[in-house]
């Protein structure tokens, strides 16, 4: 992915975000190229100035095309159940992130002890799965 794919990727988001928000129709403009693979992904909403979170909601696996995944992640971060709904009066005080997920791979070791030694924090995420729940590092 090249910078300007993020740059669009950002103002996608942001795109949808304040046509949700206002209740208007959409944009249904195709994205093209890398936005047509299937990628997880996440949409974070901060205020600004303090920058404080406002909403993170994602899609982690790689079951949609980007476009969609990013579509359906930017609507579900401006009703984030740990937040209030996000209302048309903020929108000129959020930053809206985007981060594009690479495709998980299952971390196979021999002990569960060399985890640690596998795991680079600020680099990798983490699903977890126990049973039938799921949880993301």
């Not at 095309?65 to 929108?91: G, V």
């Not at 997920?101 to 924090?121: A, G």
Request: hydrophobic share 35%; with cysteine; charged share 25%.
């Amino acid at each position: 992915m090249q910078l300007e794919d993020g740059e669009k990727a950002v103002r996608f988001a942001r795109s949808i975000i304040e046509s949700y928000v206002k209740q208007e129709a959409l944009p249904n403009e195709d994205l093209g190229g890398v936005f047509r693979d299937k990628q997880g992904v996440f949409v974070t909403i901060h205020t600004y100035p303090s920058h404080m979170l406002r909403g993170c909601i994602g899609i982690p696996e790689p079951i949609m095309p980007l476009q969609d995944a990013l579509k359906e992640a930017a609507i579900s971060a401006t009703h984030d159940p740990r937040f209030p709904p996000l209302s048309e009066k903020e929108l000129d005080n959020i930053i809206i992130e985007v981060t594009i997920l690479t495709p998980p791979k299952l971390l196979k070791v021999s002990h569960p002890r060399e985890y640690p030694s596998k795991i680079k924090v600020g680099r990798d995420g983490l699903i977890v799965r126990k049973g039938g729940y799921s949880g993301l590092l």
